[in-house]
């Protein structure tokens, strides 16, 4: 990556009396940044930011978030004009190369994904060491890692082509990681993919077809399932993300670092919102006790929270949640359902825009107020939910690797501390304490 970050001015600081100049960055779009880099050698202080609530840790030439118009654009394509007019493995191709492909270079890509999907047979044999009822987030964390050891041929962070194999093989495996956890989660034979199909037919197919029937792939769901996989493909520097580039920049090959970003993405507060969010639904269950769950996520002596409402970044309409809304609909027009939890989202949300407390504090429905309500009606269980994130995802995460690893101002990432424990002490042998 060529670093681009122009200097538009000056920042002054005085510390302890020593005022000290520091540059002001300026990018394409959003915040200017003060490059603190020379802080401590200068005037031997830290900055001190937990929760990176001011702090940017990389430059990126990848996504843009801007959280208060609530605009969101890969490599400078808006997400509502990439989720209607192209197809996920596009938009994975623009987030790693930059550029949207020309037909032959999307051929070519596309060919090399296909030829990637098969898993090792010896992968098979990992899943019968989990239980049934794991957690399938718990197998996909194992077995993304557990990758790493069937490639050795491609573990070289630092080899441009050895490095770019991983990536493809990630994201050409990890439909297939995906889709026989959830078919061991039901105890169900494993599918193989099929290269002619698209990666949102194979998916579905390798997820839900039986050895019994024939398996009938809809239109609708393969392009919700696509549309899906692309409104999750990248979101800047969130936790996971940022749990990946701090992975890699040991230099640990990408499987490795990759696996770390699925750990992170599993909490509550991150992927697994989606499925936090369809339980809420559920546990609500019907429109006349929306009122009791708002009341209950204004009551500070209650930690419920209203799942699929806030964000860090967005004080707005979080722009994938509007495309989210309609696939919503379009899917559930298509399998003729009119479910109660699709009633109590849409009142939720009505609701929620409304309440005082909700507009003050700028929290608008997210990315996973809706997708919850589209999985579940085609048909997955919710806690395959976080494993269709972290699949959509690995596109993003490979992307913002290999720009950390191109990226020349990048080191090691190692964050400082203020310390606050015990001041320093003479060791107190067993016998005498
Ligand atoms: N329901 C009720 N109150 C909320 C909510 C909510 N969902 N979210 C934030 N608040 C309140 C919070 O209590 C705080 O109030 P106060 O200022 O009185 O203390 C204020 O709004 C600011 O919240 P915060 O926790 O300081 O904000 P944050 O930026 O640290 O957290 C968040 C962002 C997404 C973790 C949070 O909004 C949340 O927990 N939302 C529910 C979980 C969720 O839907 N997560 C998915 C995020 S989108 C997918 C992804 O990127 O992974």
């Known amino acids: 990556m060529i670093n681009k970050t122009k200097q538009t001015g000056t920042a002054t600081l005085n510390v302890k009396g020593k005022d000290i100049e520091f540059p002001i960055m300026s990018g394409t779009h959003g915040p200017d940044v003060v490059d603190v880099k020379r802080l401590y050698a200068e005037a031997g202080v830290f900055t001190l930011d937990p929760g990176f609530t001011s702090t940017g840790s990389c430059e990126s030439q990848i996504t843009f978030i801007d959280g208060e118009k609530g605009i969101l654009l890969h490599r400078g394509y808006p997400i509502d004009q990439l989720a209607e007019q192209s197809g996920f493995l596009e938009v994975a191709y623009l987030l790693l190369n930059g550029e949207l492909p020309t037909q032959n270079e999307f051929r070519e890509f596309a060919g090399l994904v296909t030829q990637h999907t098969l898993l090792h047979t010896q992968m098979d044999r990992f899943f019968d060491g989990f239980r049934r009822d794991s957690h399938p987030m718990a197998m996909l964390t194992g077995t993304v890692g557990a990758m790493s050891a069937f490639y050795p041929g491609a573990m070289d962070s630092s080899d441009p082509e050895e490095r770019n194999l991983a990536y493809i093989r990630l994201i050409a495996k990890m439909p297939t990681l995906a889709a026989r956890i959830y078919k061991y989660t039901q105890g169900q034979r494993f599918v193989d993919p099929i290269n002619e199909l698209s990666y949102g037919e194979n998916f579905l197919r390798m997820c ?226």
């Open 208 to 433: 839900f077809s039986v050895p019994a029937e024939k398996y009938k792939i809809s239109p609708t769901l393969a392009r919700a399932m696509d549309k899906i996989f692309i409104l999750h493909a990248d979101h800047e520097q969130n936790a996971s993300t940022s749990t990946v580039r701090l992975a890699g920049s040991s230099g640990a090959h990408p499987y490795a670092a990759i696996a770390a970003g699925v750990a992170s993405l599993w909490g509550p507060s991150h992927g697994g919102a989606n499925e936090a969010c369809l339980n809420m639904l559920r546990e609500i269950g019907s429109v006349d006790r929306i009122p009791e769950f708002i009341a209950r996520s204004k009551d500070k002596s209650d930690s419920f929270r209203l799942m699929g409402f806030g964000h860090r970044v967005y004080k707005n309409y979080d722009p994938r949640a509007t495309v989210m809304q309609k696939t919503a609909h379009d899917v559930l027009d298509e399998l003729g359902i009119d479910t109660p939890i699709l009633r109590v989202a849409k009142e939720l949300e009505r609701l929620a825009l409304e309440d005082d407390y909700f507009r003050e504090k700028k929290l608008y429905p997210n990315v996973d107020f809706y997708s919850g309500v589209i999985l579940d009606a085609m048909g997955f269980p919710t806690e395959m939910f976080t494993v269709l994130f972290a699949l959509a995802r690995t596109v993003g995460w490979v992307s913002q690797l290999n720009e950390f690893i191109e990226d020349p101002s990048q080191r090691i990432g190692r964050p400082r501390q203020i310390y606050t424990g015990a001041a320093q002490r003479d060791f107190v042998p067993i016998s005498d304490r």
